[in-house]
């Protein structure tokens, strides 16, 4: 507790001082343009990785960046993502998995967390990126990791899909799903490229999409 403690000063005397008008237009509102979902590990920092600034990303945490689908009634997840969505309007939603992932090592190998009951039954939300796994690799070991931390970006994306308020904003293309990887060891982010079906560097996604709008309004 002392090194948060001696944080909250240093913040006061300096961060705070440097940034006061844009604490001030914060104290009465926010307008963030995405949702980031990702995991609760302490290592993930998503304003440090996309050096955003308060204000700028409307956070969801949680054990493997999980979006449990749709249903009634639901929990805080639901309504952090109908929030961001209907009232906030944000226009990108990101779903940011990590390597060296503790929930997807605990979903690729359930006895490991039965002790657990809340966790195990929070992973089953994952079990469909095992399934998927298991059918290319039959038994999954340590060097399956990254293809199950994919594999889980992906079904989260697809569970979103079931959000009535997420549903509607597709339907009209106010919204755009992104799905993410952060390597944390070599400070890299991977994404989802639907063209080819699997994970880029962000910046060869992000040159490729903006070449073709450039393209089309050329």
């Not at 639901?78 to 979903?107: N, P, R, W, Y």
């Not at 809340?118 to 690799?137: E, P, Q, S, T, Y």
């Amino acid at each position: 507790m002392e090194k948060l403690i001696e944080g909250i000063a240093k913040f006061k005397q300096k961060d705070f001082q440097e940034r006061k008008a844009l604490f001030k237009s914060l104290s009465t509102g926010q307008s963030p343009e995405v949702l980031f979902i990702t995991c609760s590990d302490s290592r993930i920092d998503p304003n440090l990785v996309t050096q955003t600034e308060p204000g700028d990303l409307f956070i969801v945490r949680n054990a493997g960046n999980i979006v449990p689908p749709h249903a009634m009634p639901g929990g805080g997840n639901t309504a952090s993502i109908e929030f961001a969505v209907q009232v906030l309007g944000v226009k990108d939603i990101v779903i940011c998995g990590h390597t060296d992932c503790g929930a997807m090592k605990g979903a690729m190998d359930m006895d490991s967390v039965k002790s657990l009951p809340h966790v195990h039954n929070w992973l089953g939300h994952a079990a469909a990126a095992v399934a998927r796994c298991k059918a290319r690799h039959g038994e999954l070991g340590k060097e399956h990791i990254m293809d199950m931390i994919q594999e889980n970006v992906l079904l989260q994306m697809k569970h979103i899909e079931t959000h009535p308020s997420v549903a509607a904003k597709l339907a009209t293309d106010a919204v755009t799903l992104h799905g993410w990887v952060y390597d944390i060891e070599k400070g890299e982010v991977i994404c989802y490229d639907e063209d080819s079906k699997r994970f880029i560097p962000v910046e060869e996604w992000y040159d490729k999409v903006t070449g073709a709008n450039n393209r089309k309004t050329g």
